[in-house]
C-alpha cells in the first residue's frame, strides 16, 4: 500500500531557530500534498495544499512567510517553521495523494511533534 | 461552505458490542466522497471506510460499515464486535474538490473507548 515518511518524529527547538520536516512518498508520486496542525484531542487543521512544481496555497490565517513549504519533487514535501515560538509547539502531519487515486483517500505521514522551548 | 459535524464528542462501548457515530456534513454538490479515519494514541491516521456519493450500496469493510443517507447528508459508522484495538479518536472526512487539489475537511473527532 502506499505510504508516507515523515521524519523527524519529535523535535524540539530554541526559541528563534528554524525546524525543517519532511514528508515522503516512499512508493508513489504524491501530485498534492497537505500540511495540518493539530492539537490535542482536537481535528486536523489544514495549513496548506502543496502541488509539485508550484506555490503553496495557504489556507487564511495561516503565515506564508512562517510556514515554508517546499513540494521540489513528486515524492518529497517539506514544511519548514522559521523563527519558531512556544506557541508554534503542536502536531504537525503530512498527507498525499497518489496521482490517479483520487477515489483511495489520503495517505498519512506519521507526525511530527515540536516542541519550542 | 462544506462543513463536518461530528455531534459526540466521547462514545464509549463494550467489548465484543456494537456502536456507531454520527456525521452530518453540508454540501451543494451531487458527487463527492467520504471517509472516516481512524487516529490510535499514536496518532498515525488511519482509513477505515470510504463511500463515493454516487453509489447508493453502503460501503463495508469486515466489521466496519456505514450508513449513507444522501438526502439526510448524514454518514454514520458502526462497528461490530468492537475490539480494545478499537478505542481511537475517529474523524468523519469529506473531500472537498478545489482548484489547486481535492482537500479534506475533518469532522471534529469522536474519542471512542472499549471497555473490556
Known amino acids: 500500500g502506499a505510504v508516507v515518511s515523515q521524519h523527524p518524529s519529535r523535535v524540539i527547538c530554541k526559541s528563534g531557530t528554524s525546524v525543517k520536516i519532511e514528508c515522503r512518498s516512499l512508493d508513489f508520486q504524491a501530485t498534492t500534498m497537505f500540511w495540518y496542525r493539530q492539537f490535542p484531542k482536537q481535528s486536523l487543521m489544514l495549513m496548506a495544499t502543496s502541488n509539485e512544481g508550484s506555490k503553496a496555497t495557504y489556507e487564511q490565517g495561516v503565515e506564508k512567510d512562517k510556514f515554508l513549504i517546499n513540494h521540489a519533487s513528486l515524492t518529497l514535501s517539506t514544511l519548514t517553521v522559521t523563527s519558531a515560538h512556544p506557541e508554534d509547539s503542536s502536531f504537525y502531519i503530512c498527507?498525499?495523494?497518489?496521482?490517479?487515486?483520487?477515489?483511495?483517500?489520503?495517505?498519512f505521514g506519521s507526525g511530527t511533534r515540536l516542541t519550542v522551548v | 461552505a462544506q462543513t463536518v459535524t461530528q455531534s459526540q464528542p466521547e462514545m464509549s462501548v463494550q467489548e465484543a458490542e456494537t456502536v456507531t457515530l454520527s456525521c452530518t456534513y453540508d454540501t451543494s454538490e451531487s458527487d463527492y466522497y467520504l471517509f472516516w479515519y481512524k487516529q490510535p494514541p499514536s496518532r498515525q491516521m488511519i482509513l477505515v471506510i470510504r463511500q463515493e456519493a454516487y453509489k447508493q450500496q453502503n460501503a463495508t469493510e469486515n466489521r466496519f460499515s456505514v450508513n449513507f443517507q444522501k438526502a439526510a447528508k448524514s454518514f454514520s459508522l458502526k462497528i461490530s464486535d468492537s475490539q480494545l484495538g478499537d478505542a481511537a479518536m475517529y474523524f468523519c472526512?469529506?473531500?472537498?474538490?478545489?482548484?489547486?487539489?481535492?482537500?479534506?475537511?475533518f469532522g471534529a473527532g469522536t474519542i471512542l473507548r472499549v471497555k473490556s
Open positions: 472526512a469529506y473531500r472537498l474538490d478545489m482548484e489547486y487539489g481535492n482537500k479534506l475537511v
Open positions: 498527507s498525499a495523494r497518489a496521482i490517479g487515486r483520487q477515489a483511495q483517500g489520503y495517505t
